[in-house]
C-alpha cells in the first residue's frame, strides 16, 4: 500500500511539475484595430518572420515555439506602427488599450523592462552623438545583459574597432556565445580592414536604432 501511495506521490508531483512549467505566449491587447488584422512577429537580428496572429476584439496571442531566449523581435502590421519585444520564456502581455501601438506596455519580460527604461531616457536627448554615447554606456553598464550584445551586434562599426574589442571581452560567455555575439565576432573582424574614407569616398555603412527601437542602415534612406 506505502508502495502505491508513493507511485501515486510522484505521479501528482510530475504533473503539478509539467503544469508550473513556463512556456512562451504572448496575449495582447489593442484598441481600433479592425477584427482580422494580421499582427507579424520578425526576429530584427536575422530579419526572419516567427509567426502571425489575428486581431479579434482588439486582442490576439501569440504562442509560439522559440527555441532560443531572451531574443528581440519587432511586432507591426503594416498600416501600424511598430513595437519592439525582448521575448522571454515566460506569459508575457501587451497592453496598448489605453495608448498608442508603439508605446504598448509590455509585461512578464524583465530585459524589455530594462530597455524600454533605456529608451525613453533617449527622448530628452537631441543629437547623434548623444545617442550613441548612450549606447555605449548601456554596454559598458551591462556586460551581462543579452540586450548589451545585441546593441554591439548593430554599433560596433560606429564605436570603432579598439572600443567594440574591449567591450566584448568584458561580457559574459553566455553572451559571446549567443546569436548576438557571433555577430560581433564577424563584425570585429571585418573592421580589420577598416580604413577611414577619404573625401569623396563612398562611406562605411554601419545600422543602428532609430527612435522605435529599430534597426536601420545609414544607406536606407537613399536620395
Known amino acids: 500500500m506505502k508502495k502505491i501511495l508513493f507511485l501515486l506521490f510522484l505521479l501528482l508531483s510530475a504533473h503539478c511539475f509539467s503544469q508550473n512549467k513556463t512556456k512562451f505566449s504572448l496575449h495582447g491587447k ?5 477584427d482580422g488584422t494580421v ?15 489575428v486581431v479579434k476584439n482588439n486582442a490576439f496571442l501569440f504562442k509560439t515555439k522559440i527555441s532560443t531566449f531572451p531574443i528581440q523581435t519587432v511586432l507591426f502590421n ?11 520564456n515566460n506569459r508575457m502581455t501587451f497592453n496598448a488599450a489605453e495608448t498608442s501601438f508603439r508605446e504598448a506596455v509590455i509585461t512578464g519580460s524583465k530585459t524589455d523592462s530594462i530597455v524600454t527604461t533605456v529608451r ?24 551581462n545583459n543579452i540586450a548589451s550584445a545585441y ?15 574591449e ?57
Not at 512577429?41 to 509567426?51: C, S
Not at 549567443?178 to 562605411?204: M, Q, V
Request: hydrophobic share 35%; aromatic share 10%; proline share 2%.
Open 30 to 34: 489593442t484598441k481600433d484595430i479592425a
Open 39 to 53: 499582427l507579424f512577429l520578425q526576429n530584427t537580428l536575422t530579419e526572419k518572420f516567427i509567426d502571425s496572429a
Open 78 to 88: 503594416r498600416g501600424l506602427s511598430a513595437r519592439t519585444i525582448w521575448l522571454e
Open 120 to 143: 525613453n531616457g533617449y527622448k530628452a536627448l537631441k543629437s547623434y552623438e548623444e545617442i550613441v554615447e548612450s549606447e555605449l554606456k548601456f554596454v559598458q553598464n551591462n556586460p
Open 151 to 165: 546593441t554591439l551586434s548593430v554599433m560596433a562599426s560606429v564605436f570603432g574597432k579598439e572600443k567594440s574589442t
Open 167 to 223: 567591450l566584448f571581452s568584458n561580457m559574459s560567455d553566455e553572451n559571446k556565445q549567443s546569436e548576438y555575439g557571433k555577430r560581433i565576432s564577424s563584425l570585429l573582424l571585418d573592421l580589420n580592414d577598416f580604413k577611414p574614407k577619404a573625401l569623396g569616398e563612398k562611406h562605411r555603412d554601419f545600422s543602428m536604432l532609430n527612435q522605435k527601437g529599430i534597426e536601420k542602415k545609414f544607406s536606407d534612406p537613399n536620395g
